[in-house]
Nanobody, 122 residues
Framework: QVQLVESGGGLVQAGGSLRLSCAAS????????IGWFRQAPGKEREFVAA????????YYADSEKGRFTIARDNAKNAVYLQMNSLKPEDTAVYYC???????????????WGPGTQVTVSS
């Protein structure tokens, strides 16, 4: 069982930046592909970014390419999501997820974190 805890959310103005962190409880963390998803009120949970277990490959939703960067530090059991040029439509609860899959679709996820709120004001 992998326990994930997100941090780093908050309120930011449009055009600003936030860095989300995801800390894992187990050393087996390095064997999982890790992703970030988000869910806005009244909308379905959607894919944001993912990184392979060895950090060798990353994947992004089209709307996040060039603005968001995902990275991991397996020695620290942590994954990060650097978010730049934030827009009001980025407002959502952001979830860290662990599973197995190249792009880590929803069906690939085995464990979820509780989420962290990101609010971008206009």
């Amino acid at each position: 069982q992998v326990q994930l805890v997100e941090s780093g959310g908050g309120l930011v103005q449009a055009g600003g930046s936030l860095r989300l962190s995801c800390a894992a409880s187990e050393r087996t963390f390095s064997t999982y592909d890790i992703g970030w998803f988000r869910q806005a009120p009244g909308k379905e949970r959607e894919f944001v970014a993912a990184i392979k277990r060895n950090g060798g490959s990353t994947y992004y939703a089209d709307s996040e390419k060039g603005r968001f960067t995902i990275a991991r530090d397996n020695a620290k059991n942590a994954v990060y999501l650097q978010m730049n040029s934030l827009k009001p439509e980025d407002t959502a609860v952001y979830y860290c997820a662990a599973g197995f899959g190249a792009r880590l679709n929803l069906v690939d996820v085995r464990y979820w974190g509780p989420g962290t709120q990101v609010t971008v004001s206009s």
